[in-house]
């Protein structure tokens, strides 16, 4: 196995030198393989101290020592939600985890596009499925919120039902559910994001929540590549509803920002550092439709200041992937260095005080982060 080669470099140079050198000189799955290898077997480096307090923070009812977390597509089958936790993140959510196992689209399916710091992936909700997902996450401890983000399996007569399945099997087990329409590699999904869709899937879903033992949190993950008709008409339909809250946004299909790069052309969604504007200007836009209701901030961020940016713009709560493919996992560390440093430099006494203090700016799309 890779592993085998790869295990005394890990034990003398850390995960974090790994993640940003020799890691991306691997093909991209390979190398995702072998950093889930070495979290698995306890190669990850631990938080040491307690999160200060002015990055605590309630999301949806739920307690979190920080707001960043790491976001689906890391962790697709429950294998490290632990390490993850114990790294230090608020938040860990696994998946997209389907009814049933599927090895998703053929290889390759994963590029990097490295002048851009972008990553393209046409993965196609490959996963083990909901027993094997199930069975790894009953009686864990994971120190952090355990989401579990759910979709459909691609052959499935009926996505609906695939969802509704998702929520009865992990409702009890969970501390929040993503139900996750907005991948551009399952086709027809993001139809569901559709006005009358939407409102099936989500009377389904909430309804199989509320036959859960708890009333765990959901949440609904949208794209990045709507338009205003299609925000206004998911923003009408949810606020219509009991639901927890957004994370905007997943991945995009437009290839603006990478035009004539290495690998641009690759079918499939990108994300990291290229889709930071267009993510942080939806969540923007969703935040002045959706008031109040909780949002999660997830796209292209790749730095400090990038995930202060999406606070400011209306996120309470963050998660990042990409940012740790080109910025080694201690950019963990750094990001919420630097959101310590934000609440202190505005005077504030916690990271909730900056949420939406620049949605207007950011959904006019008068500020450009660099």
Request: include cysteine; hydrophobic fraction near 45%.
């Amino acid at each position: 196995m890779i592993f085998s080669a790869l295990s005394p470099l890990l034990r003398n140079a850390g995960l974090a030198n790994l993640t940003k050198d020799a890691l991306l000189r691997m093909d991209p799955e390979t190398a995702h393989g072998a950093t889930i290898t070495a979290l698995r077997l306890g190669l990850a480096p631990q938080q040491e101290h307690a999160d200060p307090p002015e990055l605590a923070i309630n999301l949806c009812g739920l307690e979190l020592k920080n707001p960043v977390g790491m976001a689906a597509g890391f962790d697709k089958n429950a294998e490290v939600p632990r390490p993850l936790a114990l790294m230090g993140f608020g938040m860990v959510e696994i998946g997209t985890v389907t009814p049933r196992p599927q090895s998703g689209n053929p290889k390759p399916r994963l590029f990097r596009v490295g002048e851009a710091e972008g990553v393209i992936n046409r993965m196609g909700f490959n996963n083990q499925g909901h027993d094997a997902a199930f069975a790894r996450l009953k009686g864990l401890r994971v120190p952090a919120a355990l989401g579990v983000n759910i979709g459909a399996n691609k052959d499935s007569a009926d996505f609906v039902a695939d969802y509704v399945l998702g929520v009865r099997r992990f409702a009890d087990l969970a501390d929040y559910l993503t139900v996750n329409i907005s991948s551009p590699n399952t086709p027809g999904l993001r139809n569901l994001q559709t006005d009358e869709a939407l409102r099936r899937l989500l009377g389904e879903v909430l309804a199989a929540r509320a036959k859960a033992k708890t009333r765990v949190p959901v949440l609904l993950k949208i794209a990045p590549d709507l338009d205003e008709a299609g925000m206004d008409a998911i923003a009408r339909v949810i606020l219509d509803t009991d639901l927890d809250g957004l994370i905007v946004s997943n991945t995009t299909i437009s290839r603006d920002p990478v035009l004539g790069l290495e690998n641009a052309d690759e079918t499939g969604g990108l994300s990291g550092k290229p889709l930071f504007a267009l993510s942080t200007r939806r969540l923007a836009q969703m935040r002045q439709r959706v008031a109040t209701l909780p949002l999660v901030g997830v796209g292209g961020i790749h730095s400090p200041q990038s995930a202060l940016a999406k606070i400011e713009a209306g996120a309470n709560a963050i998660q990042l992937y990409s940012a740790l493919v080109f910025g080694g996992l201690d950019m963990l560390d750094r990001i919420k260095r630097g959101l310590v440093a934000g609440v202190r430099s505005a005077g504030k006494h916690n990271i909730a005080e900056l949420v939406g203090t620049k949605t207007d700016d950011w959904a006019k799309g008068k500020i450009e982060l660099q």
